[in-house]
């Protein structure tokens, strides 16, 4: 904790003095022509204990942040064949849906580690694997980006308020990367864990990061936080490929939202560096 305490106030000092940048206004996909080109996005529902959000990165494969792939209150892992991928989720109606079969979580994540740790942030990253393709006229998936810096980006994601239509956000800025942490001042809130923080690469859309909580800062001021993707997601393609060891169980706490009624939520992961 205080490493992470360390880092963030090193780097957030220059943030402060910038002041908040809320980018631009959050806007509701309530159509399907609204949609297009972001069918790979979509809600992943967990066995009855909420949501997240994922994104295709193969037509078999979705990624999305490790921890939405356990139990919040037994600390395990959620069963495979019970998480349901609904790409192009839009009020009850997916484009295309499907279960998945494997869930890979990235070696470090650490099994009951405190959330203010930074290892967990870099690895809460996992791949659920599907029990079929989603065929490229469905859905195209997304490419990881191979370089990125501090600048624009843009957020995909479902959340509290708005489970039912995906959210985009077209402008916000990535402020800092430290220690393959990133930075984003990003409309983020409960469930949009595992959205996917998009950059553009020589006018292509890439995955730059994942949103795996918020971080406070002095201030008061929230800012969210993601990590570096490339060698962890090739690392678990790999294992993907050619088989692993069991999955290590990993804590709860996971930022998903109950779907309906007056249930408490279990809510976002919150880094507090003081």
Request: proline letters at 4%; a positive charge; one cysteine or more.
């Amino acid at each position: 904790m205080i490493f992470l305490r360390h880092i963030l106030c090193a780097c957030l000092l220059t943030l402060i003095a910038q002041g908040a940048w809320a980018g631009s206004r959050l806007e509701t996909m309530d159509s399907r022509g609204d949609m297009l080109g972001w069918e790979a996005v979509g809600r992943i529902d967990l066995a009855g204990r909420g949501f997240c959000t994922g994104v295709l990165i193969a037509p078999d494969q979705v990624l999305t942040a490790a921890h939405c792939m356990y139990d919040k209150t037994t600390q395990a892992p959620l069963l495979a064949q019970d998480i349901v991928f609904r790409s192009g989720y839009l009020k009850g109606e997916a484009l295309s849906e499907r279960r998945g079969v494997k869930v890979v979580v990235a070696e470090g994540y650490v099994p009951g580690g405190n959330v203010t740790h930074i290892e967990n942030v870099r690895k809460d990253v996992a791949i659920l694997k599907l029990d079929s393709p989603i065929f490229s006229s469905e859905a195209d998936p997304f490419r990881i980006a191979e370089t990125g810096g501090p600048g624009t980006v843009q957020v995909m994601s479902y959340g509290q308020d708005r489970s039912e239509a995906m959210s985009w956000q077209r402008s916000c800025a990535l402020e800092q990367e430290v220690n393959d942490l990133k930075l984003f001042d990003c409309d983020i809130t409960f469930g949009s864990s595992g959205a996917p923080v998009f950059v553009k690469n020589g006018g292509r859309v890439r995955i730059l990061s994942l949103v795996s909580g918020t971080a406070q800062l002095a201030g008061g001021r929230r800012i969210g936080v993601g990590m570096a993707l490339g060698p962890v997601v090739a690392e678990l393609r790999a294992r993907l490929r050619y088989g692993d060891a069991p999955a290590r169980q990993v804590s709860g706490g996971a930022k998903r939202i109950k779907i309906g009624g007056g249930g408490s939520a279990s809510g976002a992961k919150f880094l507090r560096p003081n």
